[in-house]
């Protein structure tokens, strides 16, 4: 088996063009996952989480100001690509995606066995036969009934058609799917049985995910992996073991303590403030307002400090800044 990477991304970059200026929503990512790997992005609603998702699937809009870096899908740079070739070899055939709002995505006019078996005979040289016995099959590992192959969206619970979206994105065997809030909107039992459901799927057909989410509780079910966004970068990286126990980035740490807990009687903690405008983002570290931990050396731009195979980009990891926290522990 190829030890390279399944995705690398590398300086990547998607800002918009606005009548306000410029929006940093994906600024400068590095980032690998592995085959047969879960990563979950955390993050508050409007850090980037949504437009990385695009920039990988080159969903863009049109008013883009800079779409640049590198994103190498088993060792090939698909930003190479032009987009005719990019959306017959990449798009769907080894990446495919679910949407947040499943019923948004599914055609209220056509049957939901047409929908889930266009894109196998969008991309392959499937028959219809063929397409329709893998869609049954698909449908049996996701859980919904064969029959409703022949039935239309809106007659669908939201459960189902959540599943149904799965079922899409599967049909044409990826290598990795991105998962866009896909528990979003729908009750707490129905919740679990999708994210069984994933991990179950994950381990049968050995596929990878990235899992975007702002529910820390749900994505702690399938991560193997966890990465932090804040105003635009990664801000953190780490094994979910160790993530959950021990966050290092102050704010991956008040994101966990904001999480109710059964078996503590601590009240859940908070996050003072707002995120910057990713209009108008601040000089240095872009956390700094808000973080309790805050020291001079904050008002530079923190480097991305590699710890026993996580990385943290904050300046409380960074050995140039440990004499001034010292100092500013004994002025205290």
């Not at 601040?282 to 996580?310: H, K, L, M, N, V």
Request: hydrophobic share 40%; proline share 6%.
């Amino acid at each position: 088996m190829s030890t390279e990477p399944l995705l690398r991304i590398e300086n990547l970059r998607l800002y918009y063009r606005t009548n306000q200026g410029t929006v940093k929503a994906v600024d400068d990512i590095n980032f690998a996952m592995n085959r047969n790997e879960a990563v979950v992005i955390l993050g508050e609603s409007g850090c980037g989480k949504t437009s990385l998702t695009r920039a990988l699937l080159r969903l863009l809009p049109k008013n883009i100001d800079q779409y640049s870096g590198k994103v190498l899908l088993d060792g090939i740079n698909v930003m190479e690509m032009n987009e005719g070739n990019f959306r017959r070899d990449v798009r769907w055939s080894k990446i495919s995606m679910v949407p947040q709002a499943a019923m948004n995505s599914l055609n209220p006019v056509l049957k939901v066995g047409d929908q889930v078996t266009e894109p196998l005979l969008t991309h392959t040289n499937v028959s219809k036969e063929e397409a329709w016995a893998r869609a049954r099959q698909i449908f049996q590992q996701v859980g919904v009934p064969v029959d409703f192959l022949n039935r239309f969206a809106f007659e669908l619970s939201g459960g189902m058609r959540q599943r149904t979206a799965i079922a899409m994105a599967l049909i044409t065997n990826p290598a990795l799917i991105i998962l866009d809030e896909p528990t979003s909107a729908l009750d707490v039992l129905t919740q679990a049985n999708i994210m069984n459901t994933l991990k179950r799927i994950k381990w049968e057909s050995e596929t990878s995910f990235i899992l975007i989410t702002h529910d820390i509780a749900t994505s702690s079910e399938l991560a193997d992996r966890v990465a932090v966004m804040y105003a635009g970068q990664m801000v953190e990286v780490s094994d979910a073991e160790r993530f959950f126990s021990v966050p290092q980035h102050p704010y991956s740490q008040k994101l966990l303590a904001s999480v109710p807990k059964l078996r503590q009687t601590a009240e859940p903690d908070f996050i003072s403030g707002q995120p910057p405008s990713l209009l108008n983002l601040p000089s240095g570290c872009r956390f700094a307002a808000r973080c309790p931990q805050r020291f001079a050396r904050c008002d530079q731009t923190p480097p991305i400090i590699e710890t026993g195979g996580r990385s943290v980009q904050c300046w409380l990891y960074a050995p140039e800044a440990q004499a001034e926290l010292t100092q500013a522990e004994v002025a205290a």
